[in-house]
């Protein structure tokens, strides 16, 4: 990918990490996020800061079998930096669903562009 991105490229970038998701492989998720990445998850109180701590959330959050849909992208492009928040809902092997806010903040590190916060919440009721 290049350095500067069009909002469909930074939306396609959610799309690489649905995918990585839909491969049961925590490593490969954690692999899109820089060593220094923030993960505040959704479905944890612990927020993971290396990739050990994001593989080992991605291990549990993974064994749901989720698949990510956007229900609304807000795409923000500044230079190196690009956020990508709004809403998403996660659909699980069980049938049950959960709708959730989401921000992932991505930054290039000179080769491809990675997460280096990711900010997830369910909706309140």
Known sequence: MALYLNQDEITALFDEWNRA???????????????NAVLLPTASNKVGQNHEEIEDYFAHFMAKGPVG???????????????????????FKDGS??????????Q??????????????????
Do not use: C
């Open 69 to 91: 849909r956007i229900d609304e992208a807000n795409v923000r492009i500044f230079s190196q930096m690009a956020i990508n928040s709004g809403l998403y809902t996660f659909t």
């Open 108 to 125: 290039w590190n000179g080769v491809r562009w990675m997460i280096i916060e990711h900010h997830s919440s369910q909706m309140p009721e």
């Open 97 to 106: 669903a959960v709708q959730a806010r989401f921000t992932f903040v991505y």
């Open 21 to 35: 998701l839909q491969t049961g492989d925590p490593k490969k998720v954690a692999a899109l996020y820089e060593s």
